[in-house]
């Protein structure tokens, strides 16, 4: 029966450890800290100013907020968008927070 739990638990973690990599999103088993760019337009003028938009997560078994494109446009005034980028950070599962951040004019 040890035996079984012991193969049961290696496999548990073999399959959390390859639903990192089966992501587009670089994501760690244990703790999570990217930044990246999302996008970015043609517009070639200087951004101005950036807005912020934020989710949180608390056991990946709640997810609330609003971290829209649209949101972040609204916090920080912004009309036309330059560039969007991304800011996740995750502990274990037990906490996540996930921004989106907008620079432009």
């Not at 494109?69 to 996930?98: C, F, M, P, Q, R």
């Amino acid at each position: 029966m040890k035996k079984f739990g012991f193969v049961f638990a290696l496999g548990a973690i073999s399959v959390f450890m390859l639903l990192g990599c089966a992501t587009p999103i670089p994501i760690g088993t244990l703790y999570t800290r990217v930044k990246f760019p999302v996008t970015a337009t043609s517009n070639s003028s200087a951004s101005s100013k950036t807005g912020e938009a934020e989710c949180i997560s608390v056991l990946s078994w709640v997810a609330i907020g609003d971290c829209s494109i649209e949101a972040a446009k609204k916090n920080g005034g912004i009309t036309k968008v330059n560039n969007v980028d991304w800011d996740a950070n995750n502990i274990l599962g037990i906490y996540g927070s996930y921004k989106v951040i907008v620079s432009g004019e």
